[in-house]
């Protein structure tokens, strides 16, 4: 089997590999020899199949929702996997009618199809069989994913005009400098053999681009490819995460994200009735670079028995604001509770921030646009006016 591996190395930095091995425990051994403390271990993860060799993730959302739907109606949990087998007879579901009908709990039915259920949704229907509360792990699970997709549906809406902009700009420049500017170069060939200038340094240019395109459009073709390819094996991503650090003002925005998701899917987890170090430890994935080899230091801290909100604070793994919810929510017991309304308080911050950050960037946005477009049209008419002057 191959399973994923986020690890602290012996120089105390993130890594991340893959391993092959029979068991998970034999993976946990092989890292111990290399020196390695394990953040996270787990299969790994296979998209669910279908027709024409293309493939999808499973509706984990869906599903729940339509199981708790079905559960809270007074259907047993036999009964409900039955009906959504019957409904729809995907791999996954029809899998756990087969687990659940040789015997197994439904935690342990879950946890047989890896690639489908992770090990956090896993883990909370194992915690809440212990007290009869699936229906209440299953609304827990909804309520989560369902903040969690707002969030990221609000901050990709606010990012929908800029990438509109740019990319009708970048359309328009593209016509201009691959059409337009190589007709006018024709037209004034002769004057643009004798004079120099800005102009007439975009003539040329506008010529090479209009004689080399086949080149141009492979070239870009590849490109695609190639950032296509990142994407696909999750480079792009990380590629993209280091160059926002780049900017400070950003950097600290990605940092709350990383944060506030991170708070909410532990307190998800702790109101389950998962352990405390369990639940940082599963939900440690959530967090890139930096972030997790800070985690990585807490999480021992905890181990040690220190307290959460001190052992988070000690690795500037909190806000002011999270930071004063943990303590409050330590002293009353109910932590999970706060690392929800941390993240919700943290989510509505980021929220009002992609607002106003998209009503000034679009602005911007089209000014800059409008300059460059008006500068390339500007310098393509210049030559016409010296040459009228010429005429007089």
Not at 10 to 29: D, P, V
Not at 45 to 74: K, N, Y
Not at 124 to 134: I, P, Y
Request: aromatic fraction near 8%; charge should be positive.
């Amino acid at each position: 089997m191959h399973f994923n591996v986020k690890a602290i190395g012996t120089a105390g930095e993130l890594i991340r590999l893959q391993l092959e091995a029979g068991s998970s425990a034999e993976a946990e051994r092989l890292c111990a020899e290399r020196g390695y403390t394990i953040l996270t271990i787990g299969q790994r993860v296979r998209p669910w199949p279908r027709r024409g060799g293309r493939s999808v993730r499973f509706p984990l959302l869906l599903f729940s929702q339509e199981f708790l739907t079905l559960l809270e109606s007074g259907m047993s949990v036999v009964e409900v996997i039955e009906t959504l087998a019957a409904r729809n007879p995907r791999a996954p579901i029809v899998g756990l009618l087969q687990k659940i009908r040789e015997g197994l709990p439904l935690s342990a039915a879950l946890a047989a199809q890896p690639e489908y259920f992770p090990d956090i949704y896993v883990a909370s229907v194992r915690a809440a069989e212990r007290t009869g509360g699936v229906a209440e792990a299953l609304r827990r699970f909804v309520d989560y994913q369902e903040r969690l997709d707002q969030l990221v549906s609000r901050l990709r809406g606010a990012a929908i005009y800029p990438a509109l902009l740019l990319g009708v700009g970048g359309l328009v420049v593209v016509f201009l400098l691959g059409f337009v500017v190589p007709r006018f170069a024709q037209v004034l060939d002769g004057a643009r053999a004798d004079r120099s200038g800005a102009s007439y340094l975009l003539l040329e240019f506008g010529v090479w681009i209009n004689d080399h395109w086949p080149a141009l459009a492979v070239g870009l073709a590849m490109a695609v490819a190639a950032l296509a390819n990142l994407a696909r094996r999750g480079h792009l991503k990380a590629l993209l995460q280091r160059s926002l650090q780049q900017f400070p003002w950003l950097a600290a925005r990605l940092r709350v994200f990383q944060l506030a998701r991170y708070y909410r899917t532990v307190g998800m987890l702790l109101r389950s009735g998962v352990p405390l170090v369990k639940s940082l430890t599963m939900a440690a994935p959530l967090l890139a670079g930096d972030l997790a080899v800070r985690l990585g230091h807490a999480i021992e801290q905890v181990s040690a028995g220190e307290g959460f909100s001190t052992a988070m604070k000690a690795q500037g793994l909190t806000t002011v604001v999270a930071e004063r919810m943990f303590a409050v929510g330590e002293k009353s017991g109910q932590l999970g509770m706060m690392l929800e309304r941390a993240a919700a308080f943290h989510d509505d911050e980021l929220g009002r921030w992609a607002e106003v950050a998209t009503r000034l960037i679009g602005p911007l946005l089209m000014l800059g646009i409008g300059l460059f477009i008006g500068t390339i049209v500007v310098l393509m008419y210049l030559p016409i006016f010296e040459l009228a002057e010429g005429l007089e």
